[in-house]
């Protein structure tokens, strides 16, 4: 006995292969999301920090990195960056912290992920 296909039915779906393809995709991408998120996690509480300082650090340089420093010891995730590691100018008589930095993650043993940060935070 044959059996007979109706004209226009194909079968559709991922073949073993295509499906362990994918898996691997989606593995490695969760594998740098999932070792990147705490860095920029950590960029975006310096941002913060460094906004709040600009705005109520003091006037002076030394105030603003004492401020910062400060701020720094009660975000425990802020670990890249100090208050000597910032730039402070004033513009138009508002205060203006600048920072930048680098982060290196190892993704696994000889591959590493190299990202660039920076901001600024203005007095309001």
């Given at each position: 006995m044959q059996l007979r296909r109706r004209a226009g039915s194909v079968q559709r779906g991922f073949t073993l292969l295509g499906l362990l393809a994918w898996a691997i995709?989606?593995?490695?991408?969760?594998?740098?999301?999932?070792?990147?998120?705490?860095?920029?996690?950590?960029?975006?509480?310096?941002?913060?920090?460094?906004?709040?300082?600009?705005?109520?650090?003091?006037?002076?340089?030394?105030?603003?990195?004492?401020?910062?420093?400060?701020?720094?010891?009660?975000?425990?995730?802020?670990?890249?960056?100090?208050?000597?590691?910032?730039?402070?100018?004033?513009?138009?008589?508002?205060?203006?912290?600048r920072f930048a930095y680098d982060k290196e993650i190892e993704l696994f043993p000889p591959v590493y992920l190299l990202i660039k940060y920076q901001g600024e935070g203005r007095a309001r």
């Open positions: 995709v989606i593995g490695f991408v969760a594998l740098i999301g999932l070792r990147v998120f705490p860095s920029v996690n950590e960029y975006f509480t310096i941002l913060r920090a460094v906004n709040k300082v600009a705005s109520e650090g003091g006037s002076t340089v030394a105030e603003i990195r004492a401020a910062f420093d400060r701020q720094k010891d009660i975000e425990y995730s802020i670990s890249s960056i100090s208050g000597r590691d910032l730039e402070i100018t004033k513009e138009n008589d508002r205060v203006v912290v």
